[in-house]
């Protein structure tokens, strides 16, 4: 079955820089587009990124273009996520996604189980 692992939360200071990882597993990584989600107490699950198969298109929310960069490496079934400039509002449990394309949660067929990220001030 298919298996998506996060990886790379953590508590960091605002103004610091984390880098998420997401292997997967159970699924021809290098056809499937991905993305990483996130979800903060009270509020919706929002899309953060994402990457096509290719990885030369990539999408961003609006609050974390220029700060956020999503990559992946298909020999090595691996999503990324580098965040740098973090701020307290990016303080969420960060989810990776894949199998679909968009800002809209339910247009993704697989989920990870989610890696705490929390920005202190």
């Known amino acids: 079955q298919v298996q998506l692992v996060e990886s790379g939360g953590g508590l960091v200071q605002a103004g610091g820089s984390l880098r998420l990882s997401c292997a997967a597993s159970?699924?021809?990584?290098?056809?499937?587009?991905m993305g990483w989600f996130r979800q903060a107490p009270g509020k919706e699950r929002e899309l953060v990124a994402a990457?096509?198969?290719?990885?030369?298109?990539?999408l961003y929310a609006d609050s974390v273009q220029g700060r956020f960069t999503i990559s992946r490496d298909n020999a090595k079934n691996t999503v990324y996520l580098q965040m740098s400039s973090l701020k307290p509002e990016d303080t969420a449990v960060y989810y990776c996604?894949?199998?679909?394309?968009?800002?809209?949660?339910?247009?993704?067929?697989?989920w990870g189980q989610g890696t705490q990220v929390t920005v202190s001030s």
């Open positions: 996604a894949g199998g679909g394309w968009g800002s809209r949660p339910r247009d993704y067929d697989f």
């Open positions: 159970g699924l021809s990584f290098s056809s499937y587009n």
């Open positions: 990457i096509k198969w290719s990885g030369y298109t990539t």
